[in-house]
C-alpha cells in the first residue's frame, strides 16, 4: 500500500487560511492523481478535489470552489491544499489519497484507496 503523510492542519478562526501537504513515502507521485477528501464528525467521507497526475486537471466540490486551491510539487514529491476564506463547516479531518493503481487522472472517488493518517482541521472563533 503506498504511505502517504498528511500535515498541516490546526485551528484556524472563520476567514483563515491553512495549506495542508500531503507526501508520499517510498514511491513516487508523478504517476498518481491525489486527491482530498474530508471528514466532520457523525458525517460521510466527501471528495474536497483532485489534481491529475501532471497537475493539469484539477477539480473542486462545489462548497469549496473558490476558497481552495489544490496544487502538486513533483520534485517534492508532496500536493498541497491551500485553503483560505474558511468557514466552521469546514471543520473536519482531511485525508489525501491516491488510486489503488496508477492512474494519471481524477476519474472516481471509489478509485481511491490509499490512505493517510489524516491531518485535523477546526474551524472556530
Known amino acids: 500500500q503506498l504511505q502517504l503523510v498528511e500535515s498541516g492542519g490546526g485551528l484556524v478562526q472563520p476567514g483563515g487560511s491553512l495549506r495542508l501537504s500531503c507526501a508520499a513515502s517510498?514511491?513516487?507521485?508523478?504517476?498518481?492523481?491525489i486527491g482530498w477528501f474530508r471528514q466532520a464528525p457523525g458525517k460521510e467521507r466527501e471528495g474536497v478535489s483532485c489534481i491529475s497526475s501532471s497537475g493539469g486537471s484539477t477539480n473542486y466540490a462545489d462548497s469549496v470552489k473558490g476558497r481552495f486551491t489544490i496544487s502538486r510539487d513533483n520534485a517534492k514529491n508532496t500536493v498541497y491544499l491551500q485553503m483560505n476564506s474558511l468557514k466552521p463547516e469546514d471543520t473536519a479531518v482531511y485525508y489525501c489519497?491516491?488510486?489503488?493503481?496508477?492512474?494519471?487522472?481524477?476519474?472516481?472517488?471509489?478509485?481511491?484507496?490509499?490512505w493517510g493518517q489524516g491531518t485535523q482541521v477546526t474551524v472556530s472563533s
Open positions: 517510498g514511491f513516487t507521485l508523478d504517476y498518481y492523481a
Open positions: 489519497s491516491a488510486p489503488t493503481t496508477v492512474q494519471a487522472m481524477c476519474v472516481s472517488p471509489a478509485d481511491f484507496g490509499s
